[in-house]
C-alpha cells in the first residue's frame, strides 16, 4: 500500500509540475509578446508620430493634429495588450489537469484508507485499555484473597 501512495503522491506531483511549467511558459511569451509590442509600439510611435504630426500639422491645427496622434498611439498600445492577453497553454494542460485530477482522488481514496485503518486502531486500543484498566481493579481484590489463602 505505501507503494501505491507513494506512486499516485509521485504522479500528483509530476502533473503539478508539468502544469506549472506550462503556465510559466505561457507567462513567459506573453511577457515576451508585451515587451516587444511596447518597444514596437515605442520606435513606431516616435518616427510615425512626428511625420503625421508634420503631415496634420499644414492641414489642421497643432491641438488637433496631437489629439490624432494620441488616439492612434492608444488604439495600437490596447492592439498589443490584447494580443498578449490571448495567450492560451493549449490543449496539453487539460490532459495534464486529467491527469493530477485523477492523482488527486485516488490519493484520497489512500487517506480515507489509511484514516479507517487509524480509527481502527485507536478503536482496538481503547478496548485494550479498558480492558486493562478492569484487570487493575482487581488487583486489589485479588490480593485480598491471596493473603487470605496465605493465612489459611
Do not use: C, W
Not at 509578446?33 to 508634420?54: C, D, F, H, Q, W
Not at 485499555?129 to 489463602?149: C, N, Q, T
Request: proline residues 1%; glycine residues 4%; hydrophobic residues 50%.
Amino acid at each position: 500500500m505505501n507503494r501505491e501512495l507513494n506512486n499516485k503522491l509521485k504522479l500528483l506531483l509530476r502533473s503539478e509540475k508539468a502544469l506549472l511549467k506550462l503556465e510559466l511558459q505561457r507567462k513567459s511569451r506573453q511577457i515576451v509578446l508585451a515587451t516587444i509590442g511596447i518597444i514596437a509600439v515605442l520606435a513606431t510611435l516616435v518616427m510615425v508620430n512626428v511625420t503625421t504630426y508634420l503631415f496634420l500639422a499644414e492641414s489642421y491645427t497643432p491641438l488637433t493634429s496631437a489629439m490624432v496622434l494620441t488616439g492612434i498611439d492608444l488604439a495600437i498600445a490596447v492592439l498589443f495588450f490584447v494580443v498578449a492577453a490571448r495567450q492560451e497553454v493549449g490543449s496539453e494542460a487539460d490532459a495534464i489537469h486529467e491527469v493530477r485530477d485523477y492523482a488527486l482522488k485516488e490519493l484520497s481514496y489512500e487517506v480515507d484508507e489509511i484514516k479507517g485503518q487509524a480509527d481502527t486502531i485507536k478503536a482496538n486500543f481503547v478496548r485494550m485499555s479498558s480492558g486493562v484498566s478492569a484487570i487493575k481493579a482487581l488487583f486489589p481484590l485479588l490480593e485480598m484473597v491471596a493473603k487470605r489463602r496465605k493465612k489459611d
